[in-house]
């Protein structure tokens, strides 16, 4: 574990309580100190909370004198702020009292050795991405849901995955356990059984270049089990906004499906402009009863879009979509689900990363 000594938080407090200090995904903070500055020609009534990820409790409430400050020291290994916790706070006058966090954050170490590259994949890595999620919140923030073969605009069922659910073949809501509700660290998501196709997405302005990369988790039925082709449907996807929202066409998608004979296999393509679904390269596992393929990976480098699939020692390069006519600026998952015969199955990811870099660095 590293511990990296910086300014945790700096502004100026809102009126409204709003958050001040949250620690970066999946990790903790030690507030050491904090400076309260009042700018304004009155005095400031300060409001500091702490949020444990359930629970909001005032911590703080000071008047602040006009032009004063108020330093507050935390002593020992500081003020804790847990995985998932933050603190929050308001003053009376918005942009008039200064704030500065000042502590330490922990920085997991990567994993090296034993089981080699695979323990690096799934690691956390030394430095996040800000757009990065390893699901392990109570929510799943930024993250919204839109059909994409209705179309309509989606919603999340927090907590509801049920695989044993066969009358769940209609809507627009995708189910989704986050981590304290089923696999630690985990995103488990469900769509209904209706052969629509879904998307679990958040804007994002790409880079030039852009690796992405996650770790799925897919569910499977055996042959002759009311598996048909296609059955289930899940992978990642960088999407082009049309009216806010992503839609089935001008799209690069790297899914991982089940044919109706349960061959396993990845599959990468693209969808144009128009919606028309355009080079199609298929990687079939070996392994047709388990899932071998266990990373996926998408890497723009300028417009040419490189697609992987990983195993637990290999990569295996898919194809390079080029000229594909579009401006990606939004990123997440696709899922579907056709058959309710005896489950619904459901999927999920361990986290989805991103790096900056036009090489290929897994």
């Not at 006058?93 to 080699?116: H, L, N, R």
């Not at 009311?226 to 806010?244: E, K, Y």
């Not at 990811?349 to 660095?361: N, P, S, V």
Request: charged share 15%; hydrophobic share 35%.
């Amino acid at each position: 574990m590293q511990l990296d000594r910086k300014v945790l938080a700096f502004g100026q407090l809102p009126s409204s309580k709003g958050d001040l200090y949250v620690p970066a995904s999946g990790r903790k903070g030690y507030a050491h100190n904090l400076t309260l500055h009042n700018t304004n020609t009155t005095s400031e009534d300060v409001v500091l909370n702490y949020h444990d990820g359930t629970n909001e409790h005032e911590i703080l409430s000071e008047t602040i004198p006009a032009g004063d400050s108020l330093y507050l020291e935390f002593p020992g290994e500081g003020e804790v702020v847990g995985i998932g916790g933050k603190f929050t706070g308001n003053t009376t006058t918005a942009s008039k009292v200064t704030f500065k966090f000042s502590g330490t954050e922990e920085i997991p170490d990567p994993v090296v050795g034993g089981d080699g590259a695979e323990s690096n994949l799934w690691a956390h890595p030394a430095i996040a991405h800000v757009q990065d999620d390893e699901f392990e919140e109570d929510t799943f923030t930024g993250w919204s849901v839109q059909n994409l073969t209705t179309p309509a605009v989606g919603s999340i069922s927090a907590n509801t995955v049920d695989p044993y659910d066969t009358t769940f073949t209609s809507g627009n809501a995708v189910r989704a356990n986050t981590h304290n509700n089923g696999r630690r660290s985990w995103a488990l998501f469900q769509p209904p059984a209706s052969g629509d196709e879904f998307a679990v997405y958040k804007a994002y302005t790409l880079p030039t270049n852009l690796l992405m990369v996650s770790r799925p988790m897919f569910a499977q039925k055996t042959a002759g089990q009311g598996g048909v082709a296609g059955d289930c449907n899940f992978g990642i996807a960088l999407f082009t906004a049309s009216g806010g929202v992503p839609t089935d066409a001008s799209r690069v998608v790297l899914h991982i499906n089940v044919t109706q004979t349960g061959v396993y296999r990845a599959e990468s393509s693209y969808y144009s402009t128009g919606g028309t679904r355009s080079d199609i390269h298929t990687a079939t596992d070996v392994d047709t009863q388990g899932q071998a393929i266990r990373y996926l990976a998408i890497h723009k480098v300028g417009t040419t879009f490189h697609t992987w699939c990983g195993t637990d020692s290999n990569w295996i390069w898919m194809t390079a979509h080029t000229s594909v006519g579009f401006t990606p600026d939004m990123v997440g998952f696709v899922l579907k689900q056709v058959s309710s015969s005896n489950i619904v199955n459901p999927c999920g990811a361990d986290f989805i990363r991103f790096q900056e870099t036009d090489k290929f660095l897994l």
